[in-house]
């Protein structure tokens, strides 16, 4: 899983869109919580978790979720850090990036804020679009009238996702066709097939001296580490 994001590289194709969940970290051996407290350094970033968000965005991907996890004590909902400075201007990111569900309102209770400056916190970190977050993301209405954001705030993530939504054509033909096209693709089995693709060619074995593997019945096998229960 990634952390900017939420990378368990799911990658969702939608027509042409493209959701990559992870702008936040899960972190290396963290892949069993989603919630999890992360202590990352640079050259983990840049080395292991960057590379999949950079390699996502450059094949196209331009809807992004945050994750639930806090990175060095600031939850990814709040991590301007990560979603501005390191997503949008390093990486270059110009598409939405989205709360993971009840994202947005986790993270105010773990900042101990209220509604109001909670969700104006997360507006101005990076956060476009609140998925189910108990009407949090509404109070932005009363953000605006006590200063704590402006409109310009409110319109740079206004103009992400009515662009999405343009190029989807979603003005013109905002619903669609049942046309059977959905049920089609998943009879074909070429979701599976390709899936299946993903797998085997995401595995690598390093080494396979005597040929090691496949394991033969019986072979006695030591696991170590924190995780070896898994």
Not at 149 to 156: R, V
Not at 175 to 188: H, R, T
Not at 199 to 216: C, F, Q, R, T
Request: hydrophobic share 45%; with cysteine.
């Amino acid at each position: 899983t990634c952390i900017v994001c939420k990378t368990v590289t799911t990658i969702f194709l939608v027509d042409v869109t493209c959701l990559l969940q992870s702008v936040a970290f899960k972190g290396v051996g963290c892949f069993r919580n989603f919630f999890a407290t992360m202590n990352v350094g640079k050259r983990e970033l840049y080395d292991i978790h960057l590379p999949v968000v950079r390699s996502a965005v450059d094949s196209g991907a331009d809807v992004i979720m945050a994750a639930y996890n806090t990175v060095d004590g600031i939850p990814c909902h709040a991590n301007e850090y990560l979603l501005k400075r390191v997503l949008r201007e390093e990486i270059g990111f110009d598409g939405i990036v989205l709360s993971d569900g009840w994202g947005v309102k986790r993270m105010i209770s773990q900042m101990d804020r209220d509604l109001v400056s909670g969700s104006a916190l997360a507006l101005k970190s990076g956060i476009d679009l609140s998925l189910a977050d108990d009407g949090a993301f509404l109070k932005l209405i009363d953000a605006l009238k006590f200063g704590i954001i402006s409109e310009d705030d409110i319109n740079a993530a206004v103009i992400r996702v009515l662009t999405k939504k343009y190029k989807l054509n979603l003005f013109d033909n905002p619903y669609i066709d049942d046309n059977g096209a959905l049920d089609s693709f998943f009879d074909s089995g070429l979701q599976k097939r390709l899936s299946y693709k993903a797998a085997a060619e995401s595995a690598v074995l390093l080494k396979n001296n005597d040929k090691i593997l496949p394991l033969k019945k019986g072979t006695k096998v030591s696991v170590f580490g924190r995780i070896q229960s898994t």
